[in-house]
């Protein structure tokens, strides 16, 4: 089956950029490439000329200046829309993203509202060179003071987006790659979440909860979808892993009894830690097996030519839950 | 000037006394400095100030009183002021992140039709940074309206200025395309006068520009920074003879522009607000 809504997930941001500028003045765009050439993915496509270049602004080469000047234009009453062009070239902008961007409401005993969204692509399977497939979510939801979304479709992301440049609080704004271009989405339960910054319920099920988030959502589905005969499996997508939606968690692992994480990040100190950690702490006696993660070893991402034998696939996730549910 | 720059000396041993008695955390002492700080504040109108974290007398000149100032170091808040009234921002403590703010806010006021000139302060430790190249460039490129003020009281701690820069810090800034002064701020009327000097260039031809304000350090980076260890005598001496708080004090009593009496009623300024935080801090 495939969904009804033909949007790709770059095409779903497009779209959204182009109602939030118009609906918001005090919007604007800052990144690499951003104007001219619309992005080095697309998603900022026609605003530039739409909109001009005082709101669409083609950065410097230099992401501590992007996310620096982006906290200023916050202080000064604009709400910037970062983008930075790879997950891997985030880091030159860390300082300011986890000493300043993150502690600024603080710092100014709460009286700020500090409206800035850093969009970053991310994640592999596309292959890609070295520092353009990494998937670096953890470091950011570790910050007290960001939150984290990390979308799975194009719906969910137009949503979380919108709601993003209202928060007053910065939001590191990650972006599959693998989902920019893709068209075909997995079926899922049509129930809306329970609030904005909440998980969903994408399929209900009653033996196993698998929880994901981004593009590995896809692969879960499908997993799902292939053991359907003698397995009825619940995934949850976390949509945003930072804060984390630990209610929506514990009352599906409080159904099935069993949970599986599966992350293209890292496993080794990654978000499936933390919400293992968080059952064992809340749900341990719901639970019929013990709980797995399934994330990529600690080891460089790899060339190309390896990525598939390093990322987490369907049959990894079959072989889980057929596991978790002998 | 010299009102503020007594009521800063003031502040400012009455704190080091404080942390020393562990009533707070820590100090970071602008002895030495308050010339360059009162007399480059006193030109900047209302512009937002984006500070470091050593602009007591700055904070000062702004109407922010000594326990508002103090708070922080005493670990009750991060900022003891309220920021936009006294249009001067929560210090800042990582190096030179405040640079890429200013520029931003420059920009974005730019934008939504309300430009207005932005101040940040550095010191010349902060220039090593890259946020600071980063800003300078930034500024330049974007026309932004932000006026540098680099305080180089010739030390990053222990590291001396000669060690950190081959160029001075207002060459450095001539060469990212932003016009700039670099004057002894000993004087906080030659200071005053300079920094206005910019302030108008920065309004008039909407661009950046930068002041590398030489000053002198007389006390430690902090008040655990035990300087005499790596400072020579003569340095130290020289510094501590050229205390521009004393000097200009007596050059207004030579020239009679304040008498006894004047200097007896700010006195008494000095020592309420001393005792107002002795009693905020030490009970």
Redesign the interface.
Known sequence: MIDAKPGSLAESLNGTLHDLMDSDESIVIVGQDVGRLGGVFRVTKGLLETFGPARVRDAILAESSIVGQAIGMSLSGLTPICEIQFEGFVYPAMNQIITQAAKMTTRWNGDIALNLVIRVPVGGGIRAVEHHSESNEAYFAHTPGLHVAYPSCPTDAAAMLKHSTKLGSPVIFFEPKRLYWKRRQQPRDPAEPVSPVSARIVRRGSDVTVVGFGAILEDVLAAAERVASTIDVEVVDLRWIAPLDVDTILESVGRTGRLLVVHEAVAFGGIGAEVVATVAEHGSHHLKAPMRRLGAPRRIYPPADYEKHYLVGIPDIVGAIEEMCA | MLRHMLMARGVDEEAGLLENQGALDLWLSCRGQEAAQVGSAMALGDAVIFPSYREHAVAIVRGIDAISLTAQWAGR???GW???PHRF??Y?L?LA?Q???????????Q??DSAETVVVYVGDGATSE??MS??L??AA?ESARVLFLCQNNGWAISKPSHEQMLTSIAQRANGFGIESWSISADDPEVTYLACLEARSHVETSSSPALVELRTTRIGGHTTTDPHTTYREPDELAAAMANDPVDKYCRALVDSGTVDDEWLAAVNADVADARQGLLKAFAS
């Open positions: 808040t991060f900022c309220d920021p936009r921002f929560p800042t990582v992140v640079a890429l703010h200013a520029v931003g806010y420059a920009v974005g006021k934008l939504q890259g946020d980063e800003a460039n930034l490129v």
